[in-house]
């Protein structure tokens, strides 16, 4: 099977839907819609069926919530929706695997809001759910030992500029930051991958970690080297059992129950 062949036809079409977009909307926000639920579909019809592929917020069990997301995956067999309007959901980030920012065009001037973005989203804490006993499964992201599944971040483009230059600009912003508040991967359709590897820059991986070097891969191949290596940690996700009564804070219920 010639799966570089396949995703060129779809990374095509991704880009054909876009150009579709931009000639009949010009609306900027109607745009903005379908080029992310371009890429959406993309990874509905691509990622394994347990995971679901969404659009909404994210809510911790202390009621803190992010803002809109443009991908959101998650548990699709664990995940209860808290709210949904048309195609955009309220669910607990307890849940969720991780998010992915979708732009039209990428360049320097955008690093600092998705930044800002992913700190949002990572200041979301998972606190509502059970270990699962008697044997406690622990993984390793970011060179930190977990009982429950970080939410990775990504940002997936179109287009923007030499992608070498946001590299460059990315390391510098995410110098002082630990691993686990970087930003996973960045994909840019028309040029390559802005990912991490390894010291000796021998092999490429998703997640970052203390020692990991971020580097620009040029690429005819983006899309099937972004979704190879994003398959790696979406092939090994699990959550523990939700503990879904955390989300009702001080909630009473029957005789001695009230409003607010």
Known sequence: MDLAGVFAQVANKMRADMEAARSA??????????FEEAFRQFLRDYLPDNLDVSTGQLV??????ARQLDVVISDRART???????QTRVIPVACVYAVIEVKAHIDTSELDSILTNMDSVRALEKLAFTPDYPVVRTISVYDQPAQIWPVMYFVFAFEGIDIQTVAKNLAVRQLSRPANR?????CVLD?????NCSPDQSAYVCTPNPTSLLTAVRTKKALLLFYTLLSVPLSRVWMPILEFSKYLGQMTFGDNESNG
Not at 80 to 86: A, G, N, V
Not at 182 to 186: A, K, P
């Open 25 to 34: 909307l010009s609306h900027p926000g109607l745009k903005g819609g379908a």
């Open 60 to 65: 911790d069990s202390c009621g803190r919530m």
């Open 80 to 86: 209860p929706i808290l709210f949904q309007s048309s």
């Open 182 to 186: 970087r930003i996973d991967m960045i």
């Open 191 to 195: 040029q390559g991958v802005i990912c």
